[in-house]
């Protein structure tokens, strides 16, 4: 490992003396010694606004992530459903809007709620027509 190297006295005066000319530099001066550096006002003003940038597209994720994608900018827009819920017929896309229109988005884990009765829907459904077309219901007090 290298060792760090302690100032000497006379660097130490030498980094004193630079100060003591930046002090007194003109802003020209000053210009040009920051252009040489990398240091310029625009090169920072760059890496400030990339760091705002990130900042915000750090903050917009967060801000999805806890409250989900809706934005609503008109009030009477209602969304094509998510392609899970359509899928699962008119009941569902219905039940979708209607949240939409309460101000409630549904989740990736509640759609797939959803999904989860309206299978155990269909197959009852399925059931229950098959029951029947094997005759094992009659009708009262016949």
Do not use: C
Request: proline share 4%; aromatic share 4%.
């Amino acid at each position: 490992m290298a060792e760090k190297k302690t100032p000497t006295k006379s660097e130490g005066d030498s980094v004193e003396a630079l100060l003591a000319v930046l002090e007194k530099a003109s802003p020209n001066q000053m210009q040009r010694i920051a252009k040489r550096l990398g240091t310029s006002k625009k090169s920072l003003e760059a890496k400030r606004q990339r760091y705002r940038q990130q900042m915000s597209t750090q903050q917009v994720r967060q801000f999805v992530q806890a409250n989900g994608d809706i934005v609503r900018s008109d009030p009477d827009f209602l969304p094509d459903p998510p392609e899970d819920v359509a899928e699962k017929g008119q009941a569902a896309i219905d039940e979708f809007h209607e949240k939409w229109l309460d101000g409630v988005g549904m989740s990736r884990r509640q759609r797939d709620d959803l999904n989860t009765l309206a299978d155990e829907a269909m197959t009852h459904t399925a059931d229950m027509e098959r029951r029947i077309d094997a005759g094992e219901f009659t009708k009262a007090g016949v």
